[in-house]
């Protein structure tokens, strides 16, 4: 059974960083590919960063160049580095996977395993 489970979030000031973490059990990062979405109250669901098995990464207009996605196959955790972080970066922020990325996109619809979601609140 897979799960995945996030850790690391909490509540900087605006500049801040953070970073996420997503340990996987039944599932083999080395082979896969991982995502970062989230949820902001009274918003849908969006895509943050996605990794192949290639090492290639996409991330969303709104965090690109502050925000690193990453992964340890050896220890199977995702990482989310996040750095000056801004109000409008508070959500709840899901981890994701599958076992490949059929279309390399930023959609929910790509993925088919989840996490409960860490959340992160940025103050002004």
């Known amino acids: 059974q897979v799960q995945l489970v996030e850790s690391g979030g909490g509540s900087v000031q605006a500049g801040g960083s953070l970073t996420l973490s997503c340990v996987a059990s039944?599932?083999?990062?080395?082979?896969?590919?991982m995502g970062w979405f989230r949820q902001a109250p009274g918003k849908e669901r969006e895509g943050v960063a996605i990794?192949?098995?290639?090492?290639?990464?996409k991330y969303a207009d709104s965090v690109k160049g502050r925000f690193t996605i990453s992964k340890d196959n050896a220890k199977n955790i995702l990482h989310l580095q996040m750095n000056s972080l801004k109000a409008e970066d508070t959500a709840m922020y899901y981890c994701?996977?599958?076992?490949?990325?059929?279309?390399?996109?930023?959609?929910?619809?790509?993925?088919?395993?989840w996490g409960q979601g860490t959340q992160v609140t940025v103050s002004s």
């Open positions: 990794l192949n098995n290639g090492g290639f990464t």
């Open positions: 039944g599932w083999t990062y080395s082979s896969s590919c």
């Open positions: 994701a996977a599958e076992h490949i990325c059929l279309r390399f996109r930023l959609s929910m619809t790509d993925f088919g395993y």
